[in-house]
């Protein structure tokens, strides 16, 4: 069983920017976030590939945050550029067991999850 510690998340004013991390507790395969508002569904943000040559973009966020991660420290990362309001959610660190080469926008086709972060922008 992989643990998934997210980490970074807080309260900032919009226009500034933040990286959030998200810690394995062993090998994984693909890794995403996701991010959930109040009273809103969970939503694909991005997803990475464990070599780290592939990611995927949700296209709300494109131009503004950038995924990547560090296979040496079981770490992704997840900066995110110019936020607004809008992007006020919990954002949860999701990966898939270690054979789960693909990235998928769909929150099923992830096995493992963390307990999430809470970013707060605001005005």
């Known amino acids: 069983q992989v643990q998934l510690v997210e980490s970074g998340g807080g309260l900032v004013q919009a226009g500034n920017s933040l990286r959030l991390s998200c810690a394995a507790s062993?090998?994984?395969?693909?890794m995403g976030w996701f991010r959930q508002g109040a009273g809103k569904e969970r939503e694909f943000v991005a997803a990475?590939?464990?070599?780290?040559?592939?990611?995927v973009l949700a296209d709300s966020v494109k131009g503004r945050f950038t995924i990547s991660r560090d296979n040496a420290k079981n770490t992704i990362y997840l900066e995110i550029h110019i936020l607004r309001p809008d992007d006020t959610a919990v954002y949860y660190c999701?990966?898939?067991?270690?054979?789960?080469?693909?990235?998928?926008?769909?929150?099923?086709?992830?096995?493992?999850w963390g307990q999430g972060t809470q970013v707060t922008v605001s005005s």
């Open positions: 990475i590939r464990r070599s780290g040559g592939f990611t």
């Open positions: 062993g090998r994984t395969g693909a």
């Open positions: 999701a990966a898939r067991n270690p054979n789960g080469w693909s990235v998928y926008t769909t929150p099923e086709a992830y096995e493992y």
